[in-house]
């Protein structure tokens, strides 16, 4: 973990394991076991390799998981209309394909507009993750268990997992919302 890093910035700036245990008073073995993360150098050790290295000393500690970051524009959200459903979904969240686990989030998210008067299914929707729903502009009605709950702008509602329930616009106006599901259903 922080033996690779400091063998990738060593090595990013042409700077030899001898070279490096010289510039900190250390023995080129020393550098070498903390390369391969055979042991933990003290801190004051981490500061000198810094120092050395020409990088801050937080940059040891940082994870290197941004490099796994994903960026959806706007214009490249996937859109998937299922039959059931009288509304197309938008995903905000990466669609996983294939065995690709670096864009499985576990949790789904996605976008959908309800036109006025409209339910997004004539059935009641019955699916075994947890449904959170946002309303970002208008109000839903949602009836789980034979209990109606109004939800209007700003609020959420969540509702358990093999809850069967049903989602209508009442109003006059399209209801704009998220739908959060966790874990993921339609990947």
């Avoid at 063998?7 to 510039?23: A, C, F, G, P």
């Avoid at 949790?107 to 959170?132: H, Q, T, W």
């Amino acid at each position: 973990m922080i033996g690779k890093k400091i063998r990738d910035i060593r090595k990013s700036k042409n700077i030899t394991i001898v070279e490096l245990s010289e510039r900190i008073s250390v023995t080129s073995g020393y550098i070498s076991q903390i390369e391969r993360d055979l042991i933990s150098p003290s801190l004051s050790v981490l500061k000198r390799l810094a120092e050395a290295l020409e990088v801050p000393l937080s940059i040891l500690f940082l994870d290197e998981s941004r490099e796994n970051v994903v960026t959806i524009s706007k214009n490249d959200r996937t859109k998937v209309k299922f039959g059931n459903l009288n509304v197309d979904l938008e995903f905000v969240t990466p669609i996983k394909k294939n065995n690709d686990s670096e864009s499985n989030l576990g949790a789904e998210i996605f976008l959908f507009n309800l036109p006025p008067k409209a339910e997004v299914s004539e059935e009641p929707i019955l699916i075994d993750s947890k449904v959170c729903l946002h309303v970002l502009k208008g109000m839903l009605e949602c009836n789980v268990g034979g209990k109606t709950y109004k939800v209007t702008e700003g609020d959420t509602i969540t509702i358990p997992e093999n809850n069967g329930h049903t989602v209508c616009n009442c109003s006059d106006e399209a209801t704009e919302a998220i739908c959060y599901l966790s874990p993921a259903h339609f990947s």
